[in-house]
């Protein structure tokens, strides 16, 4: 039973991603992995309900692992926010395919769904805004008079769209592209800083 509800969700994520959500149906994915569509409604309602159990199993993973770094008390703010930055382009690399479904596909959920991928984003930028609010009660300077909700949206923006255009064959891995997107962040810091020291 579990076999055919992963095969299920694996032909979702490689149709949705190359045709996109409405350019995938049902029957798409049932000739994909060889099972009729009742299969298919035995496990799900509707092509909707396919979408949601993906994001269902990727967003609490992808927040877990943030929520433990963000209430850290180790780790200065600064080296968390770097750390961050590793971590969302480690999850690009690694599960960039769901992570486009998220971000392009999800915005034709029906209204209780999109409640609940509303209050994901939330938690998930709510976590990079303390991040970012520890830097500035740590260091006056830094990011001095900057809105910390503005902040982690275009932090999250820049992550984000490498899903359009990382390539794991590129010049650069993840840690190169993930060094220069902390000094693009971090660029307001004196190059006296110690902080500036990334690696």
């Not at 600064?78 to 392009?104: C, M, P, Q, W």
């Not at 300077?141 to 390539?167: E, F, R």
Request: hydrophobic share 40%; aromatic share 12%.
């Amino acid at each position: 039973m579990k076999k055919n509800y992963d095969k299920i969700l694996n032909a979702a994520i490689e149709l949705m991603g190359k045709h996109g959500y409405h350019g995938t149906s049902v029957q798409m994915i049932a000739d994909k992995i060889g099972v009729t569509k009742s299969t298919i409604f035995h496990y799900f309602k509707n092509k909707e309900g396919i979408l949601f159990a993906i994001l269902e199993d990727y967003i609490p993973s992808a927040t877990k692992g943030f929520i433990q770094l963000a209430n850290d008390e180790n780790i200065n703010g600064i080296e968390k926010l770097k750390k961050f930055i590793r971590y969302h382009l480690n999850r690009v690399a690694e599960t960039g395919d769901v992570l486009n479904l998220y971000l392009s596909e999800s915005k034709y959920f029906g209204e209780e769904n999109q409640e609940v991928i509303k209050k994901s984003q939330i938690e998930y930028a709510g976590l990079l805004q303390i991040i970012i609010r520890q830097i500035q009660k740590e260091n006056s300077h830094i990011y001095k008079n900057l809105n910390p909700k503005i902040l982690a949206n275009a932090i999250l923006g820049m992550c984000n769209w490498a899903v359009m255009w990382y390539d794991e064959d590129g010049k650069l891995g993840t840690e190169g592209i993930a060094k220069q997107f902390c000094e693009l962040v971090l660029g307001n810091i004196s190059k006296n800083n110690r902080f500036l020291k990334y690696y």
